[in-house]
T-cell receptor
Framework: NAGVTQTPKFRVLKTGQSMTLLCAQD?????MYWYRQDPGMGLRLIHY???????AKGEVPDGYNVSRLKKQNFLLGLESAAPSQTSVYFC???????????????FGEGSRLTVL | DQQVKQNSPSLSVQEGRISILNCDYT??????FLWYKKYPAEGPTFLIS?????DKNEDGRFTVFLNKSAKHLSLHIVPSQPGDSAVYFC?????????????FGTGTRLKVLA
């Protein structure tokens, strides 16, 4: 059972370089999310998607872009990496949101990014 | 503005005793809450949830209590085990209004002492 898979697991970038993190889920979930985790800051929502072809800003969207061209994939891009973007990035997906309640989030194992 | 707060960064408890982790929120529209556990170098894993129509939900050793008037929820772990040592996050959502997102707290690191 793959669940939510993130690639790459580790990456070191120089300031100004660009890169893309890939998230893939095999659970046919509509909702997908990108969070970053920093010491003392918890998990902060960067961007999210409520379905194929949709994206929306979260709490800390600046410096990131996202795309959801296929339902199973959610890409997080850094166009010009900065040291402040050094973090652990987590992708998550969920199956439902609505008056009946919200589904649990299923998380990937994380991608550790260091920007020098 | 931190909408979900976990004011205790860390907590130590003896094995077999009760662990109580607290979470406060400011947005009165939040109506669905979850708790997650996270081990180092792993993704968070779901523990238990509660809807605002309830004030308590149990699953084995884990119980979540919700006090809507105080905008406060707590996670009780009884009895605590060394394997429970991890970082615990609470998360809140406004599930009915179509915002489709969870806001997480800053986490509490639980250490269960053998």
């Amino acid at each position: 059972n793959a669940g939510v898979t993130q690639t790459p697991k580790f990456r070191v970038l120089k300031t100004g370089q660009s890169m893309t993190l890939l998230c893939a889920q095999d659970m046919n979930h509509e909702y997908m999310y990108w969070y970053r985790q920093d010491p003392g800051m918890g998990l902060r929502l960067i961007h999210y998607s409520v379905g194929e072809g949709t994206t929306a800003k979260g709490e800390v969207p600046d410096g990131y872009n996202v795309s959801r061209l296929k339902k199973q994939n959610f890409l997080l891009g850094l166009e010009s990496a900065a040291p402040s973007q050094t973090s652990v990035y987590f992708c998550a997906s969920s199956s439902r949101f609505g008056p009946a309640g919200a589904g649990e989030l299923f998380f990937g194992e994380g991608s550790r990014l260091t920007v020098l | 503005d931190q909408q979900v707060k976990q004011n205790s960064p860390s907590l130590s408890v003896q094995e077999g005793r009760i662990s109580i982790l607290n979470c406060d929120y400011t947005n009165s529209m939040f109506d669905y809450f979850l708790w997650y556990k996270k081990y180092p170098a792993e993704g968070p894993t779901f523990l238990i949830s509660i809807s605002s129509i309830k004030d308590k939900n149990e699953d084995g050793r884990f119980t979540v209590f919700l006090n809507k008037s105080a905008k406060h929820l707590s996670l009780h772990i009884v009895p605590s085990q060394p394997g429970d040592s991890a970082v615990y996050f609470c998360a809140a959502s406004d599930a009915t209004s179509g915002t489709y997102k969870y806001i997480f707290g800053t986490g509490t690191r639980l250490k269960v002492l053998a």
